[in-house]
């Protein structure tokens, strides 16, 4: 259990149907981050919030669509995806701003498996 | 960040240490090395950081020679449960687990019985 949760762990849609993954964390941390995990290949880092403004936006396709309404809570909201589209969705945190020589360890949560069709 | 070049994959069995190397001769002098975990279907998680020298914790070591272009992470007496892709990174001690954390292909050790 490491504080971060992802609803739901499995989903399957249709590549007309919109849907939303749903992230917690409950650590107090002031950035969150969505990756993509592919089959077989490297994690993808897809968006990075911190303080609830997007800071980072990987030129990830319009049909991928983030929220982050407040600093425990974030969202990817899913539209008119493609089958290359199913991979794992990885939500992650960390304290905020990189400086002063902290160390940002990220925490990821379990994924979300989606299957598009 | 510093590229890193890990073994794509590597075996083992049961009871013996297994060393994973990284090699990241573009390391800037304030970079940090960090090693993560990863279960099938689940996500990474942090092992341990280093500068220089050696860090040992409760789950692994990690040897950092003085040039620092390369460190090893070392797992003593792994397990079955220890099967899994482990990643190098490298980069400033506030990226590293922070904004512009990038994951490489990682190391996909499999020990055996």
């Known amino acids: 259990e490491t504080g971060v949760t992802q609803t739901p762990r499995h989903l399957v849609m249709g590549m007309t149907n919109k849907k939303s993954l749903k992230c917690e964390q409950h650590?107090?941390?002031?950035?969150m981050y969505w990756y993509k995990q592919s089959a077989k290949k490297p994690l993808e880092l897809m968006f990075v919030y911190s303080l609830e403004e997007r800071v980072e936006n990987n030129s990830v396709p319009s049909r991928f669509s983030p929220e982050c309404p407040n600093s425990s809570h974030l969202f990817l909201h899913l539209h008119t995806l493609q089958p290359e589209d199913s991979a794992l969705y990885l939500c992650?945190?960390?304290?905020?701003?990189?400086?002063?020589?902290?160390?940002?360890?990220?925490?990821f949560g379990p994924g979300t498996r989606l299957t598009v069709l | 960040l510093a590229k890193t070049t890990q073994p794509i994959s590597m075996d083992s069995y049961e009871g013996q240490e297994v060393n994973i190397t990284c090699s990241h001769n573009?390391?800037?002098?304030?970079?940090?090395i960090t090693w993560y975990q990863q279960f099938p279907s689940q996500g990474p998680r942090f092992i341990i950081q280093?500068?220089?020298t050696k860090v040992t914790n409760e789950v692994a070591s990690l040897f950092i020679p003085a040039d620092r272009k390369s460190s090893t992470l070392s797992l003593p007496r792994v397990s079955l449960s220890d099967t899994a892709v482990y990643y190098c990174l490298v980069g400033d001690r506030g990226d590293t687990g922070g904004f512009k954390t990038i994951f490489g292909a990682g190391t996909r050790l499999f020990v055996k019985a």
């Open positions: 573009n390391i800037a002098t304030n970079d940090y």
């Open positions: 992650a945190s960390s304290q905020d701003t990189p400086s002063g020589g902290s160390y940002n360890e990220q925490f």
């Open positions: 650590l107090g941390h002031n950035a």
């Open positions: 280093g500068y220089k």
